[in-house]
């Protein structure tokens, strides 16, 4: 638990029932989750001054911004990792995403133990957790 | 997919034909208009009144023209000379010139010529034509199936691509629940462990219990694959394949399924294969459907022959058991997306397979004998200069 202890996670997903068990699984961890459903309200949080995400996990296809708009953003803080999990996947979506900046692709379902495997990988390779 | 069709215009006809008459018929009516020729010689020789007779030796000269060919209407216009002038010399007609009735003879069977000549340029035209309109006739009809050959297999592939998106989209939305339903089992597994701990009650029913929704997840996640895998097929990524020596490789890898199941494969793999163009992931998922279905219609165990031959300018791989075969029906649907006779099967496979072949521009067919077994047969373009 202790290499994802106090780490900030920023969680965006419009689907609030996989939004809440993926809360919940990182917040066990030792994580503070920031849970966002409303994906518009994702640019006031990373441009929040008072909060440094060490990691962003996002769904991909939402309503009016989707999980690429997502990833858009997060590309302006270099060191951020964004983890995309998605029930629409496929070889062609996760070959762009991985190719548009995303440290990683996870198709839902996931496990708890393939998320966390996952972010601790993120934050392994992130160099916010080097520092 | 297989096209082509056939020219509608016929080419070369043959304009010297007389017709499709059969040999006896036209014995027949040379015979008929032989025995008619010397029956109106008789009648004209008894009766005397030659010219009143005279235009009745047209019967058999056409007759013989019309249904055995021109020789036999010169040959019976002759004859019809030859008679009526016998005719004539026995009845002892008194004439102003003895050469007259060498003449009126001369003059009869120029006429019995030019007639037997228009007759028979008409009957061959007449048969020309009729052949045109047949050959016409038929090249529309095949033209006509290969189009609706061609509108049904466009139509299938029609519904295919909206069955699979359907397919795709409701996988989808059902991946959403199911993927919290995953991540809530796995924290109720941990709550139950923690409150196992702190009140020293054993959690092994509980966590029984949740093993057992984990793996009806995992039932459900593989369904979904399946028709996610279905609904949104990339577009097929093709390279030269030596089928051989990947069919080789690729029966080793299923053959300790075979074993579990007391299959016994056979391999029957031409040497001198050409390569085809393929793209060696889909096409082994397609294949490996059909050998699923081959060792579950051989539950007591039977024989699998896996053969690759080539065929034209075609490679053709065959699978082949000893199975249970299908009934009528069963082979009818065989390829319909979501029909299926297995009780835990999707009722994809066969589509998908299909699908794969189609996109390849091969064809997949099956031969089945209820009891017997059913045979799989797969054949595919062989690559460019193969």
């Given at each position: 638990m202790d290499e994802l202890e106090d780490k900030s996670v920023l969680v965006v997903d419009d689907d609030p029932g996989m939004l809440r068990a993926m809360t919940k699984v990182l917040a066990r961890e030792g994580m503070q989750v920031t849970g966002v459903s409303?994906?518009?309200?994702v640019a006031t949080k990373l441009a929040d001054s008072e909060k440094r995400f060490d990691l962003v996990i996002t769904d991909l296809r939402m309503p009016m911004f989707s999980g690429r708009g997502v990833l858009a953003l997060a590309s302006?803080?270099?060191e951020l990792p964004v983890i995309i999990i998605t029930a629409f996947g496929g070889s062609d979506v996760e070959a762009q995403t991985l190719g548009l900046g995303a440290f990683a692709f996870l198709e839902k379902p996931v496990t708890a133990a393939q998320l966390i495997e996952v972010v601790k990988r993120a934050l392994a390779r992130s160099p916010l957790r080097e520092t | 997919m297989r096209t082509g069709c056939q020219s509608v215009l016929g080419t070369?006809?043959?304009?010297?034909?007389?017709?499709?008459?059969?040999v006896l018929s036209k014995i027949l009516a040379t015979l008929a208009a032989v025995a008619l020729a010397i029956v109106l010689g008789a009648v004209d020789y008894l009766t005397g009144r030659e010219w009143a007779i005279s235009a009745l030796y047209l019967l058999p000269t056409c007759l013989a023209g019309w249904v055995a060919g021109r020789l036999a209407g010169f040959a019976l216009g002759a004859l019809c000379t030859g008679v009526w002038f016998l005719s004539d010399m026995l009845n002892g007609a008194a004439y102003h010139h003895p050469l007259i009735p060498a003449w009126n003879a001369v003059m009869l069977f120029v006429f019995f010529f030019v007639v037997v000549y228009l007759l028979t340029a008409f009957r061959r035209s007449h048969y020309y034509l009729e052949q045109t309109v047949e050959r016409r006739t038929a090249a529309l009809r095949a033209e006509m199936e290969e189009r609706k050959r061609l509108e049904h297999a466009k139509l299938q592939a029609e519904r295919l691509a909206v069955v699979g998106s359907m397919a795709a989209q409701v996988a989808h939305e059902i991946r959403n629940p199911l993927g919290a339903i995953s991540l809530n089992l796995d924290l109720i597994g941990e709550e139950v462990n923690a409150n196992a701990s702190r009140n020293a009650h054993p959690s092994g029913e509980c966590q029984m219990l949740l093993r057992e929704m984990r793996l009806q997840v995992l039932r459900i996640h593989q369904v979904l694959q399946e028709y996610l895998r279905f609904g949104r097929m990339p577009k097929s990524e093709r390279a030269v394949l030596s089928l051989n020596g990947w069919l080789e490789e690729k029966l080793n890898f299923v053959q300790p399924l075979l074993d579990q199941n007391h299959v016994d494969l056979r391999r029957k793999l031409d040497p001198d294969l050409p390569p085809v163009q393929a793209d060696a992931d889909q096409l082994w998922e397609a294949l490996l459907n059909l050998i699923r279905n081959a060792v579950d219609a051989m539950p007591a165990g039977g024989n699998l022959t896996v053969s690759a031959k080539r065929s034209g300018a075609e490679a053709l791989v065959s699978i082949s058991d000893n199975g249970r075969g299908m009934s009528e029906e069963e082979a009818r649907n065989l390829?319909?997306?979501?029909?299926?006779?297995?009780?835990?099967?999707?009722?994809?496979g066969l589509a998908y397979a299909q699908q794969v072949v189609s996109e390849h521009g091969g064809r997949i067919d099956c031969s089945t004998v209820r009891g017997k077994g059913s045979t799989f047969s797969i054949q595919l373009p062989l690559a460019v200069g193969a």
């Open positions: 409303d994906p518009a309200a302006v803080l270099p | 070369g006809l043959d304009m010297t034909a007389v017709g499709e008459r059969s390829f319909v997306p979501f029909f299926t006779t297995k009780g835990d099967g999707t009722g994809l």
